[in-house]
């Protein structure tokens, strides 16, 4: 197993390090496994491999070098600095072709038909569309609340006992809604619930739910995590290894949602920036909303580094930054979004986010135009209402780009 590195007294070093495995042939960087199987050297060492008696690659569905590399990587960033009873936090973490492919395993991994999730309402489309469309057909539920009220959360649980998951994405799409990691897991554990919390917006860099009691954390590592915008991945991270190793490895075999050794690459070489891609995408993102916030073509900005954002204090309370992800409200609504989206020379117009690049959208017009438009602004999406992802690019293009675009 590749060394901890736990004398790592930095993120950032950490980031660059950890995970890392010496390789045979002295090439620096953990090449791009591209083999499917692995050779044994007798029927026995077969056997041996197995049976986890004798550790050692077999079938790259499995896993493979290059990919281990990335998932240490990833435990190592979200434990960082955590001690349980004293010992550094151990995590395993599982790589997979996709944060739906994720997401998707370890609720089928954790969960079982009759039981129920209780969640925000305020979540990432497809999660949303994997409990509404195909979760129920297999007998699990999903229970919508607004989680930023404790007591409703707390009156749901007391009148549902098939509730046996907490399921929290913070901050969440497009609003940058925050809910209260820290308080709602102990209100969950109370009532004996299982807690995965969605960490893709925040990162482990600014957020680390296993401070709290949380038992799994995931993310969709094509956004920040890999932060260049070249590979789709997800990764689950859990704290019970006897768990993570016996039925959540079987499952996510099984399932057959793998990552790729390419795409493992890149997303390890894109985490060894993750710090100084952090700092930079905060600081933009600061100094854009305060720009949005005093241009007269806008009626409201949401940040989280802005007093106005009504959850500013819960993200104060637990993230490190407020991240790089704001939306703001055209006052003219549909056509002026669309005009201003239209006028962009340097931004680019894409979903997606945590790339390089700076990403603009319009939800009204691309990601939730099928939404019915009452159910879109009961959540907040208006027609006016574009979205950002702030990149690192020098702040001042940035700012004049928005600023001829909102001309
Ligand atoms: C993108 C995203 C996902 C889904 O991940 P994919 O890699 O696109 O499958 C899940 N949650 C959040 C918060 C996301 O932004």
Redesign the pocket.
Known sequence: MPSQKDFLKGFGSVAIHSGHEADGNNAHLTPIYASSTYVFDTADQGMRRFNGEEKGYIYSRWGNPTMTEAEQKISALESFGITKNGEPLQLKSILHS????A?SALLLGVLKSGDKILSHFSL?G??QELMDKVLPQLGIETVIVDLRDLNKAEEVLKNDDRIKLLYL?TP??PTIQCVDIDELTKLAKRNNLIVAV?N??ATPYLQQPFKYDVDFVFH????FLNGHGTA???VIVGKDLEFMNGRMEKVHRLLGGNSNSFDAFLLTQGMKTLEVRMERHCNNAMQVAKFLQQNNSIAKVNYLGLTSHPDYSTANKQMKHPGAMLSFELKDGLLAGKKFIDKLQMCVRAV??GTCDTLLSHPASMTHFGVPKEKREKYGITDGLIRMSVGIENVEDILNDLDQALK
């Open positions: 996709s944060g739906m492919a997401i990432y497809g999660t994405e969440a799409n969605d893709t917006f969709s590592t094509t956004k789709i991945g997800g997606s986010l």
